[in-house]
């Protein structure tokens, strides 16, 4: 069966710090990667998304960027995080479009201080 | 834009009541139309999903009504319980393309 693993689930980072989020996908070959942010209380906004291994495409001009390495792994980093970058941020997965529904991680509870 | 329209943005109902939850979009290329389902400090979870060639699904207690000539989609949760409080994300996404549009959410409480 095919699993996801987003983590760390909860980071405390200064400003001005880098960051790094991991986002892996098992039991699947190819799929389509997401990042999502979504702020307290607020819906769910697309940040990156990937069609394949260094495709990647940007919804929102931002702080952060996004890479995929690997086929199955896809990180979100910052050279220098914001206060307005804290939020709370999920990874998902899905098999082409998506038609069979987007896989969503378990999340990282990101704040900036 | 705002691709898909959810309203409303709470809702409170009292346990074994009928919660409904609306979202409306404008692109009729739009062909699979999911429910997502979010516990606080989780990812979203598929809940339902209906595709425009049904006018209802429902699974347990949980039913998706679907108006294509009005473009609207809503959930109906029956005999409402307070383990359903959470919030409800609808979205929409097209064959062709990469990524679902989702509705801004509904935070929904149910009061035992």
């Known amino acids: 069966s095919q699993t996801i693993h987003q983590w760390p689930a909860t980071l405390v980072q200064p400003v001005g710090s880098p960051l790094s989020l991991e986002c892996t996908v098992e039991?699947?070959?190819?799929?389509?990667l997401y990042w999502y942010r979504q702020a307290a209380g607020r819906g769910l906004q697309l940040l990156f998304y990937?069609?394949?291994?260094?495709?990647i495409s940007s919804e929102v001009p931002q702080n952060l960027s996004a890479s995929r390495p690997q086929d199955r792994q896809f990180i979100l980093s910052s050279k220098k995080l914001l206060l307005s970058d804290s939020g709370f941020y999920l990874c998902?997965?899905?098999?082409?479009?998506?038609?069979?529904?987007?896989?969503f991680g378990s999340g990282t509870r990101l704040t900036v201080v | 834009q705002q691709q898909v329209k959810q309203s409303p943005q709470s809702l409170i109902v009292q346990k074994g009541g009928i919660s409904i939850i609306n979202c409306a979009y404008e692109?009729?290329?739009?062909?699979?139309f999911p429910w997502y389902q979010q516990f606080p400090g989780k990812g979203p979870a598929l809940l339902i999903a209906?595709?425009?060639?049904?006018s209802e699904k429902k699974e347990g207690r949980f039913t998706i009504s679907f108006n294509k000539s009005a473009k609207q989609f809503s959930l109906h949760i029956m005999d409402s319980q307070p383990g359903d409080s959470a919030t409800y994300f609808c979205?929409?996404?097209?064959?062709?393309?990469?990524?679902?549009?989702f509705g801004t959410g509904t935070s929904l409480t149910v009061i035992p």
């Open positions: 998902a997965w899905s098999v082409g479009t998506g038609h069979y529904g987007y896989t």
């Open positions: 039991g699947t070959s190819n799929p389509n």
């Open positions: 990937s069609v394949g291994i260094g495709q």
């Open positions: 692109n009729t290329a739009f062909d699979y």
């Open positions: 209906i595709r425009p060639d049904v």
């Open positions: 979205a929409a996404s097209t064959e062709n393309g990469n990524q679902f549009y």
